[in-house]
């Protein structure tokens, strides 16, 4: 699916627009391969100022790194 910056924007504002006992929290860790890496970075970083948020390409270090980020 193609996927801009600008819906992930929309998304985020969506996301802000809930009351706050209504959003997602604590860390989000995405797992993806170098192709989608870029994706998944803009969207970590466009969604980050809300919450912890790292793109990992090992499941392993990204469980690592959530257990170090407790919610």
Known sequence: PKVSE???KAYR???RDLPADQ???GPLALVTN???GPLARLFAE???SER???VFTSIHE???WLRSNPS
């Open 62 to 64: 990204a469980r690592r």
């Open 13 to 15: 504002d969506r996301i």
């Open 6 to 8: 600008s819906d992930f």
């Open 23 to 25: 959003r997602p929290s």
């Open 46 to 48: 466009l969604t980050g």
């Open 52 to 54: 912890p948020a790292r």
């Open 34 to 36: 170098e192709a989608h």
